[in-house]
């Protein structure tokens, strides 16, 4: 009995100061003691909003420039200007480490830091618009691990296009679909295009992607480690006549080469992915779809799985093979 006496006159000793989300401060024979409460995720991310509210907040945050996908197709539509884009494999690269399909070269990642700072008057350079406002996961801890990397040669005075622009999947309607991509095919209307590819992208084929092209001529190059053939594939290049398109889809070697043709007088246009992305509308998906006869996913590339192609207007337009 006596010792709940005791507990019960502590007890009537404590009295409450202060008591709220953060802390509870309580007063026990004279002495003055905190207990700090976890605030929430929730709660955190509340107040946050209010931060973001205030224009201070943003003084001493930068943004590169990047244009939306409408206004970078018609910038490309309006200029003569060849097109190099950047994703998380040119960044990976960039930072000294190897994607699945091009090993870290000292070479390319040297290029790929000079030509991400956009001073080459004849080329657009492309960045995903994930700076700031970001909609894929994916993306948003890239940003995490390359921002302060990137931010060393991104150039905050010049304007960006979207280097999503030919890899859209996900459409309002068919409509805005078939718009996007006929916007899109007007960039080879009535010329002469030589594809240099990946051997088994066989860009074009099967669809309708090239048709309105006045010719077609194709480069194949390595599916894996292209820029170990670097030299080969921009001297093959520079032997075709400057008033041929060049369409590249060669992943990182693509960004490079675009560079270099744009500086060779000639314009190039980095489009990597937009044939599959295509086969993918075509099939009424918002996601790459396996394509019979093509190298889609990594897994087909690394796997060897692709097959001879029957198209015989394909094996026409080969006029060169680098292996």
Known sequence: ??????????????????????????????????????????????????????KRTFEDIK??????????????????KSLARYGDGEFKLMMGESISFQKYDEKLAGALQEIITNKNEKLFVGLPDVFGKCYSDYFRKVMIFCREFLYRYINFDNIYVDSMLTRRLKFDSEQTGNEYFLTIKKFWQNKDIIIVEGAGSRLGVGNDLFNGAKSIERILCPIKDAFSKYDEILTECLKQPTNKLFILALGPTATVLADDLSRKGYRALDIGHLD????????KSDKFVHVEGKIVFNEERHNNLIQPCKDENYNKQIIAKIN
């Open 276 to 283: 599959t992305a295509y086969e993918a509308f075509l099939r």
């Open 63 to 80: 943004l590169p420039k990047i244009i939306n996908i409408k206004d970078s197709l018609n910038l490309l539509q309006e200029t003569n």
């Open 1 to 54: 009995m006596a010792i709940l006496l005791t507990i019960c006159d502590i007890i009537n000793r404590m009295k409450f100061i202060e008591k709220n989300n953060e802390r509870i401060i309580v007063n026990l024979f004279g002495l003055r003691l905190k207990f700090h409460r976890k605030i929430s995720q929730e709660a955190l991310l509340r107040n946050y909003l209010y931060e973001l509210a205030d």
